[in-house]
């Protein structure tokens, strides 16, 4: 059974940093690029974030480029979203994401079968 566990939201203030993890069991971790969506109320779910299976290559939202940063450990089976000067406009229920295929990335949504339960993340002015 395939279980992607995230952590780490929480409160900050706009100009804060904050780290999120997503903890991935029951899939072969190391075969998959990873994804991270967002979803704010009343809007649809956004991609933020992706990573290829070797962290070697990532993908951002035009949004995030530049303040916020994908990695991966794949020895400890967890993907990482470091989020740096964050604005009210980025709350929002985090999630990660592993797609329906291995080595496959996308940035639509519907391309991905394992999810996690979401963090919040709450940025205030």
């Known amino acids: 059974q395939v279980q992607l566990v995230e952590s780490g939201g929480g409160l900050v203030q706009a100009g804060d940093s904050l780290r999120i993890s997503c903890a991935v069991s029951?899939?072969?971790?190391?075969?998959?690029?990873v994804a991270w969506f967002r979803q704010a109320p009343g809007k649809e779910r956004e991609f933020v974030a992706t990573i290829t299976w070797d962290g070697r290559t990532t993908y951002y939202a035009e949004s995030v480029k530049g303040r916020f940063s994908v990695t991966r450990d794949n020895v400890k089976n967890t993907l990482v979203l470091q989020m740096f000067t964050l604005k009210p406009e980025d709350t929002a229920v985090y999630f990660c994401?592993?797609?329906?295929?291995?080595?496959?990335?996308?940035?639509?949504?519907?391309?991905?079968?394992?999810w996690g339960q979401g963090t919040q993340v709450t940025v205030s002015a």
């Open positions: 029951g899939l072969s971790f190391g075969e998959y690029h």
């Open positions: 994401a592993a797609p329906n295929r291995k080595f496959y990335t996308s940035q639509n949504p519907s391309n991905y079968n394992s």
